[in-house]
């Protein structure tokens, strides 16, 4: 079974400042309340391609309650895990191309692919897309959001696989319909954490919320 979802919304910042938002989304619980449930985040990679100037990085996030608790309730131990709070890694890339002003991320979870697999893909540019936000030559695996950041941002969440076989219908419809709301929630969570980033940046200013930031915390931002 896939489940598709796809908005849009446009952001009223520099593109820059947009990218950098999305870098901070997940920093801090005081910078955004809505990053309380991200327990850590690792820079596994980080470079400049010297060809064409774009910043390329990847970042694991460890979440809690990355499966909704209700679906976890549906399934056998022996594919959560036994008891106990949940968490879940999630696998992000990024590419972000300033001059052209566009930046493209693609994440995923690492956990429970087995029984529930979501791929965000998102898209921000500086200028509105110029072709409809769904493409016929994209893969039937991925649900699609896209969000105009103002930058436009395109928020692909989708990508849920099941196993072949797996558990009775009854089951497969349950966890479907649990996923699908899991899912809207937590687009309209990612969208309100972003706005309150950007609007931190805009009210106080980069250099400022970056300071406040490294003394609360005692670490340099670009380490997380």
Do not use: C
């Not at 896209?146 to 930058?151: I, M, R, S, Y």
Request: glycine share 6%; aromatic share 6%.
């Amino acid at each position: 079974m896939v489940l598709t979802h796809t908005t849009n919304h446009s952001y009223t910042h520099p593109f820059p400042t947009v990218t950098l938002a999305f870098f901070l989304r997940y920093y801090s619980p005081q910078l955004n309340p809505f990053s309380a449930h991200v327990l850590s985040t690792d820079t596994i990679d980080s470079h400049v391609d010297p060809e064409t100037g774009r910043l390329h990085t990847t970042r694991i996030h460890l979440k809690k309650s990355r499966m909704p608790s209700a679906i976890i309730k549906l399934l056998p131990a022996s594919v959560t895990g036994g008891a106990g709070e949940k968490s879940s890694y999630v696998l992000e890339n990024s590419i972000v191309d300033i001059k052209e002003g566009w930046m493209k991320t693609e994440s995923r979870n690492l956990n429970f692919t087995g029984v529930l697999s979501v791929t965000e893909s998102q898209h921000y540019s500086a200028t509105p897309p110029t072709r409809p936000t769904t493409r016929a030559s994209l893969p039937p695996l991925g649900s699609r959001k896209t969000d105009k950041a103002a930058a436009n941002e395109e928020n692909s969440r989708g990508r849920f696989g099941w196993i072949s076989g797996w558990g009775a219908k009854r089951i497969q419809s349950s966890i479907e319909s649990i996923a699908s709301n899991k899912t809207d929630d937590q687009i309209i969570k990612s969208r309100d954490g972003m706005k309150m980033v950007l609007e931190r940046l805009r009210s106080n200013g980069v250099v400022a919320v970056l300071r406040e930031l490294n003394r609360r915390e005692g670490k340099s931002v670009f380490e997380a």
